[in-house]
């Protein structure tokens, strides 16, 4: 079976060079557009670019579309489907300005892979994924034990999740040189961390508890002081692996190399959760940290450098992405509201009343 168009792959080349330095993709933002592609031209037996027809999207569409199941697998669907037929939009809107396609390819076609209105509001409206509370967080992590080195690391990757709402991607990539020398928080410096878009910011500790940033300060003041790892080393080492005299591997204690993948620090998390909570992923954490500067933060000043606390340049970025607010809490706001608009009704009517009181209209024409 044929897995690849000559002409297509020449066009795919092209494209690769476009996002990358025209557009300035990261390398696995590309690739997950490059496996968008691929996916259609499977689909439609690796037919040459140039012949795209409206048809096509229509088809490939519906071929999504009908993997769905059950009202949950086809929420899902749309959300992933949409994922997919975006990256199929760009390219093609690109394809049809470039030399030779210019005729071949119509921008009309190129709309029929739009998701209808209702798909989109669908993945729109899609509930928010469930957060751990700060209570949660706290009790995982007081529970965790830390007698071993890889159990000190393991517990301090919560408590810097927790403290800073760090990523994963920046946590597999910090040095101990990142953690301020005033201890008040963590440069995420864009040169040697992989933070969101390449952002540099510095993120202090949040108010998650005294206890949490004293475990993380004891585990960095432990990395210097007793392992002596100098400040190009990784804030969270890998663990080190070791061939015994049975010429099987064994795990001792904690290397000086980075993590090549951010797998062992969601494994840390399911670990961590495994006990006696749900298992909860490291970026659900960010939510967690929304939801609690919505409760205690008093002026606009306060929500901002929370906001930017999280690496976002615009407020509405916090809330719009993790400050949605639970169903119960929600009816609970509506509530206290509706009560307070009830009193002001009656209050309302019994002015009312007094107003037709002829004694009042004596009063009234007194003042």
């Given amino acids: 079976m044929t897995q690849a168009n000559p002409k297509n792959e020449i066009v795919k080349r092209r494209y690769i060079r476009h996002m990358k330095e025209a557009r300035g993709l990261a390398p696995a933002t590309i690739d997950n557009v490059l496996r ?7 689909f439609t037996s690796f037919k040459d670019f140039g012949k795209f027809r409206s048809n096509d ?26 994922g997919k037929l975006l990256p199929l939009q760009r390219f093609f809107t690109w394809l ?36 751990p509370t700060l209570e949660q967080m706290q009790h995982v992590i007081r529970a965790m034990p830390a007698g071993s080195d890889l159990e000190k690391r393991d ?17 597999t990539t910090l040095k101990l040189k990142h953690v301020r020398a005033d201890r008040l928080g963590i440069d995420f410096d864009a040169t040697e961390v992989s933070t969101k878009f390449g952002k540099t910011f510095t993120a202090f500790w949040f108010p998650v508890g005294d206890d949490i940033r004293e475990m993380f300060l004891a585990y960095v003041d432990f990395l210097r ?14 663990t080190r692996q070791l061939v015994g005299a049975s010429r099987h591997f064994h795990t001792e204690g904690l290397s ?34 929304a939801k609690l500067g919505q409760q205690i ?33 929600q009816a609970e706001i509506l509530a206290s509201l509706r009560t307070e608009g009830d009193d002001e009704q009656e209050a309302f009517e019994a002015f009312r009343a007094l107003r037709r009181d002829p004694r009042f209209e004596k009063v009234l024409g007194g003042c």
């Fill in 225 to 238: 002081g007793k392992l002596l790892l100098g400040e190009q080393d990784p804030l969270f080492p890998k």
């Fill in 96 to 131: 049809a300005e470039q030399d030779g396609f210019r005729t071949k390819i119509r921008l009309s076609d190129v709309q029929y892979f739009n998701l209808s209105n209702r798909d989109v509001q669908i993945v729109r409206d899609r509930p928010p994924k469930p957060a």
């Fill in 57 to 82: 999207a229509i088809s490939f569409k519906k071929s999504l579309l009908a993997n769905g199941g059950r009202r949950a697998a086809e929420l899902s669907s749309r959300s992933t489907v949409r």
């Fill in 297 to 329: 933060c008093r002026t606009p000043e306060e929500l901002k450098a929370w906001s930017q606390n999280l690496a976002h340049d615009d407020v509405l970025t916090t809330f719009r992405n993790y400050g949605a607010i639970a169903e119960p809490r």
């Fill in 155 to 171: 517990r301090a990757i919560l408590c810097c999740t927790l403290l800073t709402g760090s990523r994963v991607k920046a946590l």
């Fill in 36 to 42: 968008a592609i691929f996916e259609f031209e499977r």
């Fill in 256 to 289: 000086r190399e980075h993590w090549a993948t951010p797998d062992p620090v969601r494994d840390a998390f399911a670990k961590a959760f495994a006990a006696s909570q749900p298992y909860f992923s490291p970026h659900t954490v960010r939510s967690t940290l």
